[in-house]
């Protein structure tokens, strides 16, 4: 027989236990200070000095906040923001997620027009159904293909490829050369959709900027057949053997270094991989827009930035003047610029106002940014109304690795006809 | 009498304590997440609806399940069997009461006390295409080009295996070893006089005598793996293309990438069912081995 006071007693312990395992969500006043939670990623440019030092000196310039900085668990932000929001603990603040996938939750708290209209570039950038929840601080083009002049020169290939058709036949020179023609980190699902990324952004967004919205009114579908003939190219890439037979094995970071290191003469990625060019040969490298049929640029364009405000932060106010503090601060931006290769976009300000020491490529790859193209969404990297439903960006990676073992480029395409309506239902 | 009394209020507040962690810890959670499966939870909503069945039956024609469900139970399978093979062998050569018998007893152990995390980082300095295991076997000519260990459906699976199973066997080692040392002496004196040798001794006494070792091994082996995330998670990812994820992984993604909380909850439920089941199945079949043998 259980008697009373110990089952009472036995209870009490649990309760106090679990309570105990509760804690720690005060963050209320102290001192007059209200406490934010700030969630962070690290990669190895932006390190735990930067955001100690980029929080610091926004910190000083809002009185009453006090941060805990959070630090997501890998760079996948929305995914540990989902767990965190799941177990009732959504930060206060938010760096470089994707709005759309918590503003129609009602979790982000939109920043002040005027201010984004008054303070950047391109304020559209992020727009997310005519509401900014992350500042348009900076901006990526997604992708570019980077290469190597010397290798190049080495397999006979003149000057970048203008168009598909020179694309091809530098590949195929640089194969006969014996020379990898393009790197693939096939391993990451994002660096392995990579190429796909670029092919449909310059084949189809190129010329439909709003194929993503159409997709969503149910206007096309990825099977339909211009979609089909474009995602083939990458199948002729593959069979073309211009990748490592070897490529869905290769990490990110083994990409990067594998194609600094002269094993590859092409990369197709994010423009952040400008962070990673070696100062010491940084004139070895050049850029290129991923080529279309006829030579058309087109660029896939990201506008990216700084931090989302909770609608639910104890003080929204003062985590909005965090967050302009922070987007605002050029020291930010400057260590943005020279190791994660962002490209700014504060009204007033030109390269030369950050003080940074940057290559001739990254100023090339950022002329596209400021020169009047053909600027479209990248697909599955937009922010804005054109990201791709909760889920699909994954389907579209996964893809991008099944093309690269299998040929069935309409089953693939299916598939993600598939998940986009499961997303979206 | 005092001290019994005494005995038995200690005992009856560790059995309470004991009840409550579970009931908090297990049954709560297998609850709120039965109850969750027959919703539309998402992570970012705070509120959800009773959709009934809805999402078993969907998960009934979910071919990425499927496909995630056979990959766990051909790695299980392939797993268990090699890890409980290596564990009895190990544990046969390792069955010895000297010092550097006790050391290597502990090195075999300790891939079970590491983290499955920092086990797969490691695993991953080796097999990737840049990685130690390609240099070694290109630089002394073995492959003329380094071989894609995770990067192609098939070599990822066995590489996955090969990690699982490298883990597993410091666990099943110790296990069969326990079991060894329960053998009566008097068992292998009377072998040796009837002239049983070798393997025919391990088929007739050692094999048989292990038989409950073997129950606890097999099982636990079976329902590691049947749960397995972590290694998989930081190894493959669950790629390339999809090919190496484990149903945990699926469920996990479903909730935090896709925001089908519900859907996922549902998905956890049948991976539940399934290794009760398995494990259930096994543990019989293996009880009744014992006993027959």
Same mark, same amino acid.
């Given at each position: 027989?259980?008697?009373?006071?110990?089952?009472?007693?036995?209870?009490?312990?649990?309760?106090?236990?679990?309570?105990?395992?509760?804690?720690?969500?005060?963050?209320?006043?102290?001192?007059?200070?209200?406490?934010?939670?700030?969630?962070?990623?690290?990669?190895?440019?932006?390190?735990?000095?930067?955001?100690?030092?980029?929080?610091?000196?926004?910190?000083?310039?809002?009185?009453?906040?006090?941060?805990?900085?959070?630090?997501?668990?890998?760079?996948?932000?929305?995914?540990?923001?989902?767990?965190?929001?799941?177990?009732?603990?959504?930060?206060?603040?938010?760096?470089?997620?994707?709005?759309?996938?918590? &503003?129609?939750?009602?979790? %982000? $708290? +939109?920043?002040?027009?005027?201010? #984004?209209?008054?303070?950047?570039?391109? *304020?559209? =950038?992020?727009?997310?159904?005519?509401?900014?929840?992350?500042?348009?601080?900076?901006?990526?083009?997604?992708?570019?293909?980077?290469?190597?002049?010397?290798?190049?020169?080495?397999?006979?290939?003149?000057?970048?490829?203008?168009?598909?058709?020179?694309?091809? &036949?530098?590949?195929?020179? %640089? $194969? +006969?050369?014996?020379?990898?023609? #393009?790197?693939?980190?096939?391993?990451? *699902?994002? =660096?392995?959709?990579?190429?796909?990324?670029?092919?449909?952004?310059?084949?189809?967004?190129?010329?439909?900027?709003?194929?993503?919205?159409?997709?969503?009114?149910?206007?096309?579908?990825?099977?339909?057949?211009?979609?089909?003939?474009?995602?083939?190219?990458?199948?002729?890439?593959?069979?073309?053997?211009?990748?490592?037979?070897?490529?869905?094995?290769?990490?990110?970071?083994?990409?990067?270094?594998?194609?600094?290191?002269?094993?590859?003469?092409?990369?197709?990625?994010?423009?952040?991989?400008?962070?990673?060019?070696?100062?010491?040969?940084?004139?070895?490298?050049?850029?290129?827009?991923?080529?279309?049929?006829?030579?058309?640029?087109?660029?896939?364009?990201?506008?990216?930035?700084?931090?989302?405000?909770?609608?639910?932060?104890?003080?929204?106010?003062?985590?909005?003047?965090?967050?302009?503090?922070?987007?605002?601060?050029?020291?930010?931006?400057?260590?943005?610029?020279?190791?994660?290769?962002?490209?700014?976009?504060?009204?007033?300000?030109?390269?030369?106002?950050?003080?940074?020491?940057?290559?001739?490529?990254?100023?090339?790859?950022?002329?596209?940014?400021?020169?009047?193209?053909?600027?479209?969404?990248?697909?599955?990297?937009?922010?804005?109304?054109?990201?791709?439903?909760?889920?699909?960006?994954?389907?579209?990676?996964?893809?991008?690795?099944?093309?690269?073992?299998?040929?069935?480029?309409?089953?693939?395409?299916?598939?993600?006809?598939?998940?986009?309506?499961?997303?979206?239902? | 009498?005092?001290?019994?009394?005494?005995?038995?209020?200690?005992?009856?507040?560790?059995?309470?304590?004991?009840?409550?962690?579970?009931?908090?810890?297990?049954?709560?959670?297998?609850?709120?997440?039965?109850?969750?499966?027959?919703?539309?939870?998402?992570?970012?909503?705070?509120?959800?609806?009773?959709?009934?069945?809805?999402?078993?039956?969907?998960?009934?024609?979910?071919?990425?399940?499927?496909?995630?469900?056979?990959?766990?139970?051909?790695?299980?399978?392939?797993?268990?069997?090699?890890?409980?093979?290596?564990?009895?062998?190990?544990?046969?050569?390792?069955?010895?009461?000297?010092?550097?018998?006790?050391?290597?007893?502990?090195?075999?152990?300790?891939?079970?006390?590491?983290?499955?995390?920092?086990?797969?980082?490691?695993?991953?300095?080796?097999?990737?295409?840049?990685?130690?295991?390609?240099?070694?076997?290109?630089?002394?000519?073995?492959?003329?080009?380094?071989?894609?260990?995770?990067?192609?459906?098939?070599?990822?699976?066995?590489?996955?295996?090969?990690?699982?199973?490298?883990?597993?066997?410091?666990?099943?080692?110790?296990?069969?070893?326990?079991?060894?040392?329960?053998?009566?002496?008097?068992?292998?004196?009377?072998?040796?006089?009837?002239?049983?040798?070798?393997?025919?001794?391990?088929?007739?006494?050692?094999?048989?005598?292990?038989?409950?070792?073997?129950?606890?091994?097999?099982?636990?082996?079976?329902?590691?793996?049947?749960?397995?995330?972590?290694?998989?998670?930081?190894?493959?990812?669950?790629?390339?293309?999809?090919?190496?994820?484990?149903?945990?992984?699926?469920?996990?993604?479903?909730?935090?990438?896709?925001?089908?909380?519900?859907?996922?909850?549902?998905?956890?439920?049948?991976?539940?069912?399934?290794?009760?089941?398995?494990?259930?199945?096994?543990?019989?079949?293996?009880?009744?081995?014992?006993?027959?043998?």
């Amino acid at each position: 027989m259980i008697r009373k006071p110990l089952l009472a007693a036995g209870l009490a312990g649990l309760l106090a236990f679990t309570a105990a395992c509760a804690g720690g969500e005060d963050s209320g006043d102290k001192d007059g200070q209200t406490t934010l939670t700030y969630l962070v990623f690290e990669t190895p440019s932006l390190t735990a000095k930067f955001w100690d030092e980029s929080i610091a000196a926004a910190v000083a310039e809002t009185p009453g906040v006090t941060i805990e900085k959070i630090v997501a668990p890998s760079t996948d932000r929305d995914a540990y923001a989902k767990q965190l929001q799941q177990s009732g603990q959504f930060p206060d603040l938010l760096q470089s997620i994707t709005p759309s996938n918590f &503003a129609g939750a009602g979790l %982000l $708290k +939109a920043y002040d027009k005027a201010w #984004i209209d008054a303070n950047f570039l391109l *304020p559209s =950038a992020n727009t997310l159904k005519g509401e900014v929840y992350i500042p348009p601080t900076n901006s990526q083009i997604v992708p570019q293909v980077y290469y190597r002049k010397s290798l190049f020169a080495k397999a006979g290939v003149a000057a970048a490829p203008k168009n598909w058709a020179e694309f091809l &036949a530098a590949c195929d020179r %640089l $194969k +006969a050369a014996g020379i990898t023609p #393009i790197e693939l980190g096939g391993a990451d *699902p994002f =660096a392995a959709g990579m190429p796909l990324v670029g092919i449909v952004s310059a084949d189809i967004l190129g010329k439909n900027p709003n194929w993503l919205q159409d997709r969503y009114a149910g206007k096309v579908s990825f099977s339909d057949p211009d979609m089909v003939t474009a995602v083939g190219k990458y199948r002729t890439l593959v069979a073309g053997g211009y990748f490592d037979k070897g490529a869905l094995g290769v990490k990110y970071a083994d990409s990067i270094t594998r194609f600094t290191g002269g094993k590859s003469a092409m990369y197709p990625m994010g423009s952040w991989f400008l962070g990673s060019v070696p100062k010491e040969n940084a004139g070895d490298f050049g850029s290129f827009p991923w080529p279309t049929d006829d030579g058309s640029v087109v660029v896939p364009f990201v506008g990216g930035g700084s931090m989302a405000i909770s609608a639910k932060a104890e003080s929204t106010k003062l985590a909005e003047d965090f967050g302009r503090a922070w987007s605002l601060n050029p020291a930010n931006l400057k260590a943005l610029i020279e190791t994660d290769g962002a490209f700014p976009m504060i009204k007033g300000k030109a390269l030369d106002d950050y003080q940074v020491t940057v290559s001739q490529v990254f100023k090339d790859s950022y002329a596209y940014v400021t020169e009047e193209n053909n600027k479209v969404s990248a697909i599955a990297w937009a922010t804005n109304d054109d990201a791709l439903p909760p889920g699909v960006n994954d389907a579209f990676y996964a893809a991008g690795q099944a093309l690269f073992t299998g040929d069935d480029v309409a089953g693939e395409l299916k598939k993600l006809d598939e998940a986009w309506t499961t997303a979206t239902r | 009498m005092r001290t019994t009394r005494h005995t038995d209020r200690g005992l009856t507040l560790a059995a309470g304590l004991a009840i409550g962690l579970y009931l908090v810890f297990l049954v709560l959670p297998l609850l709120l997440s039965l109850r969750s499966s027959l919703t539309n939870e998402n992570p970012l909503r705070g509120t959800s609806d009773f959709i009934g069945l809805r999402n078993y039956t969907e998960l009934a024609g979910d071919e990425r399940l499927r496909a995630s469900v056979t990959f766990t139970l051909v790695l299980a399978a392939g797993v268990t069997v090699a890890a409980n093979a290596l564990g009895v062998g190990f544990a046969l050569l390792l069955n010895r009461t000297s010092l550097s018998y006790r050391v290597m007893r502990t090195l075999a152990f300790l891939p079970q006390v590491l983290s499955g995390v920092i086990v797969a980082f490691v695993w991953q300095t080796v097999l990737t295409q840049n990685g130690l295991l390609n240099n070694v076997l290109v630089r002394v000519g073995l492959l003329d080009e380094p071989f894609p260990w995770l990067g192609s459906p098939n070599a990822a699976l066995i590489s996955i295996g090969v990690v699982v199973t490298w883990v597993l066997s410091g666990f099943t080692t110790v296990v069969y070893l326990a079991a060894l040392q329960n053998i009566p002496l008097e068992l292998h004196d009377m072998a040796s006089i009837d002239g049983v040798r070798g393997t025919q001794r391990f088929r007739k006494v050692t094999w048989p005598m292990i038989a409950p070792g073997t129950t606890i091994s097999v099982t636990i082996s079976l329902i590691t793996v049947l749960k397995l995330y972590d290694i998989i998670a930081v190894l493959t990812g669950g790629g390339p293309a999809e090919s190496t994820q484990s149903t945990a992984l699926y469920i996990v993604k479903l909730a935090f990438t896709s925001d089908r909380v519900g859907y996922a909850s549902a998905a956890a439920m049948i991976l539940l069912a399934l290794s009760a089941l398995i494990a259930l199945t096994v543990t019989g079949f293996l009880r009744r081995r014992e006993v027959t043998l």
